[in-house]
């Protein structure tokens, strides 16, 4: 099953999803895909992305996820 982990800049889970969330998954054997927004251009985001002003953006970047891992 694809799984996307997806971290913001000033979300407050910046600081540990690399390590916490995406750690823990792939020691359990999930290889999931880990998007760091900042990373992929959209800046300046909290925790909450679909209340953001860029949040189209944010969508559009996740239904490409989609498009290329779920099938």
């Known amino acids: 099953m694809p799984i996307v982990?997806?971290?913001a800049e000033a979300s407050y889970h910046a600081a540990y999803d690399h390590c916490c969330t995406v750690q823990y998954l792939e020691q359990a054997g999930v290889r999931p895909t880990f998007?760091?927004?900042?990373?992929a251009g959209i800046r300046?985001?909290?925790?909450m992305l679909m209340l953001e002003k860029?949040?189209?953006?944010?969508a559009k970047l996740l239904s490409r996820w989609l498009s290329r891992s779920v099938r």
């Open 35 to 39: 998007i760091k927004l900042g990373e």
């Open 5 to 7: 982990i997806v971290t």
């Open 54 to 58: 860029n949040s189209d953006d944010i």
């Open 44 to 47: 300046g985001n909290g925790h």
